[in-house]
């Protein structure tokens, strides 16, 4: 499965973006997908992720009541939004899907990754 993502942009603080990430294969419904990013310097870090049916969801305790993250497995696609986004949030956004039986916020546990996509929040 590959993996596009898109969406990334340049924004003020408090404002909003929409991430997408379009996988290809037919067998998208079956992974466990997420977000993490990476800003510079720092490691790559969880963000959210969503159950295979997209009935479950998991943040990151940073994002929380900000960020929403959904998945329409008839597009083969998931979705980031983010409101009130801080400058805090400036970095990469990399999708990635887990074919792990339960959700994990580590990305050793999620074996294929998007090529990410830069955010970048002005104050």
């Known amino acids: 499965v590959q993996l596009q993502a898109c969406g990334g942009g340049l924004v003020q603080a408090g404002g909003s973006l929409r991430l997408s990430c379009a996988a290809s294969g037919r067998t998208f419904s079956t992974y466990i997908m997420g977000w993490f990013r990476q800003a510079p310097g720092k490691v790559r870090e969880f963000v959210a992720a969503a159950s295979r049916r997209g009935n479950s969801k998991y943040y990151a305790e940073s994002v929380k009541g900000r960020f929403t993250i959904s998945r329409d497995n008839s597009k083969n696609t998931v979705y980031l939004q983010m409101n009130s986004l801080k400058p805090e949030d400036t970095a990469v956004y990399y999708c990635?899907?887990?074919?792990?039986?339960?959700?994990?916020?580590?990305?050793?546990?999620?074996?294929?990754w998007g090529q990410g996509t830069l955010v970048t929040v002005s104050s």
């Open positions: 990635a899907l887990s074919a792990q039986e339960r959700y994990s916020d580590s990305t050793t546990d999620f074996d294929s």
